[in-house]
């Protein structure tokens, strides 16, 4: 059974820090993996995703990479804005069409 | 902008009585998720469906728990009785399930969820 971990579970950063949250997971054998993100009261949001093949995509501030045969993906946030603050999900697509959830990491960016 | 449409936004009851969350999935989309979402366990797979088929329920408790796919625009998810321990956001998601070789670039729309207090 697949297990997806996220490291560190909550996070405070002062305005404009770089970060780095970090995901693994046991099985390798994926599809894909997932970056969302999560508002308080909201749903969640498809944040990025990267191919098994692939190994970075970028979105704005936004670069994830992924090492699938050491089970790890890394979500970097740059010049870290308040309104970034919010919980951050990683979730990995094995067989079927069902993702897997780590718990998420909560990001808090003070002003 | 289409969205996954869920109701109630929330629902507070009490223990015993039954209860039905609905999804309206995004009009084309042909698969159907239910997770649930605790602070303990992070979000879990109930069911899903594939062309309003039921392709996956093992997450789901039997005894209790009923999903079902009245037609392709409504999705249900029924509790019945519910428990203290029911209480948690439920999650409605959908997809249009890709072709063969697809699966590498797919990914799920999420709705805004039910919170669900069972007292």
């Known amino acids: 059974k697949q297990e997806v971990t996220q490291i560190p579970a909550a996070l405070s950063v002062p305005e404009g820090e770089n970060l780095v949250l970090n995901c693994s997971f046991t099985d390798s054998a994926i599809y894909n993996l997932q970056w969302f993100r999560q508002d308080p009261g909201k749903g969640l949001t498809s944040l990025l995703l990267i191919q098994s093949s692939q190994r970075e995509q970028t979105s704005g501030r936004l670069n994830a990479s992924l090492d699938k045969s050491s089970g790890r993906s890394t979500l970097y946030i740059a010049a870290s804005q308040p309104g970034d603050s919010a919980t951050y999900l990683c979730a990995v697509l094995n067989s079927g069409y069902a993702l897997n959830f780590g718990k998420g990491t909560s990001l808090l960016v003070t002003p | 902008d289409a969205r996954v449409t869920q109701t109630p936004r929330h629902k507070v009851t009490e223990m015993g009585q039954e209860v039905t969350m609905r999804c309206q999935p995004i009009?084309?989309?042909?698969?159907v998720f239910w997770y649930r979402q605790t602070m303990m366990q992070g979000l879990e797979l109930l069911a899903y469906f594939r062309n309003r088929a039921p392709l996956d329920d093992s997450g789901m408790p039997k005894d209790r728990f009923s999903a079902e796919m009245p037609d392709a625009t409504l999705a249900t998810l029924k509790i019945q009785p519910s428990e203290p321990r029911d209480s948690a956001v439920y999650f409605c998601?959908?997809?249009?399930?890709?072709?063969?070789?697809?699966?590498?670039?797919?990914?799920?729309?999420f709705g805004d969820g039910t919170r669900l207090s069972i007292l």
């Open positions: 009009l084309g989309h042909n698969t």
């Open positions: 998601a959908s997809g249009l399930a890709p072709l063969l070789g697809g699966l590498a670039i797919w990914s799920q729309h």
